[in-house]
Structure formats: structure tokens, C-alpha cells
């Protein structure tokens, strides 16, 4: 599915949300992505970047970044069911990939597909958008 007017930084996987089976899951989290994504810029203005690589050295990418003012969402996955971001190697991972990108000077949101469906990760990005300066 194509977004209108967002990048993507580099080829992505098909899977927005890592341990989501099933076809019919990956285009309805697909089609929220895209909703809030869309949502954001027409109330900001700020262009979204998928899959963003924000660190020089490391392949790590953010699920969708706003570069221009240093704002980044990160969406985890599977949480009640023992996804990535829960079991203690992903855990670990994470911490590390957040740390380096803080040292960057990025503001980086954490979020749930729960929130995701319930407007709550909308209304928090819309919020840290609209506070946030262009550089």
C-alpha cells in the first residue's frame, strides 16, 4: 500500500508490527500506520519518514520519524504475547538503541498497537509535534 507524500528510507518488511500473524492484521495495522501518519501532517504539516535509519554506524531505524525536528515513534509489537520488546534480549536492544539515539538528540515516542487503535498515539504525537521547532 502506498502512503501519499511519506519516504521510506530504506525497503521494508511487509510486517509493520514484528509476531502479528495473519494477512488480514498486517493491512489493518498497515491502514492505522498510514491513518496516523496522514492525520499528522495534515495537522502539522511535518512530512513522516518510514523506517527511518537514524544512526550512523548501526542499522537501527525508527518506525516513523519527523528527521526535520527530531521526533521519532516507535510501535512495539506483541507486548501481551511475548513479542520482541518484551522478551530480555529484545529488551536489552531496545534500551541500547534508545540510549544511542537520546545521545543523538532525538525525541523518541514509545507506543502500542493498543494506542495505535485507540487514538491515544495520535493524540501524543500530535502533541509533541505541534510543540516541537523546525531546525
Known amino acids: 500500500m502506498a502512503i501519499s507524500r511519506c519516504r521510506n528510507s530504506e525497503k521494508t518488511t511487509d510486517n509493520p508490527s514484528p509476531g502479528v500473524g495473519g494477512r488480514g492484521k498486517k493491512e489493518a495495522y498497515e491502514q492505522l500506520l498510514t491513518q496516523l501518519i496522514q492525520s499528522i501532517e495534515q495537522e502539522t504539516g511535518y512530512e513522516a519518514i518510514r523506517e527511518f535509519r537514524f544512526h550512523g554506524t548501526r542499522k537501527w531505524r525508527f518506525d516513523v520519524a519527523w528527521p526535520q525536528v527530531g521526533i521519532a515513534l516507535e510501535i512495539d509489537g506483541a507486548v501481551w504475547a511475548g513479542g ?14 534508545l540510549n544511542e539515539a537520546n545521545l543523538l538528540h532525538w525525541n523518541v515516542f514509545r507506543t502500542t498497537w493498543k494506542e495505535m487503535k485507540n487514538g491515544e498515539a495520535l493524540a501524543l504525537m500530535l502533541k509533541a509535534l505541534r510543540g516541537a521547532h523546525a531546525s
Open 84 to 97: 520482541r520488546h518484551v522478551h530480555p534480549v529484545g529488551f536489552l536492544k531496545d534500551v541500547e538503541k
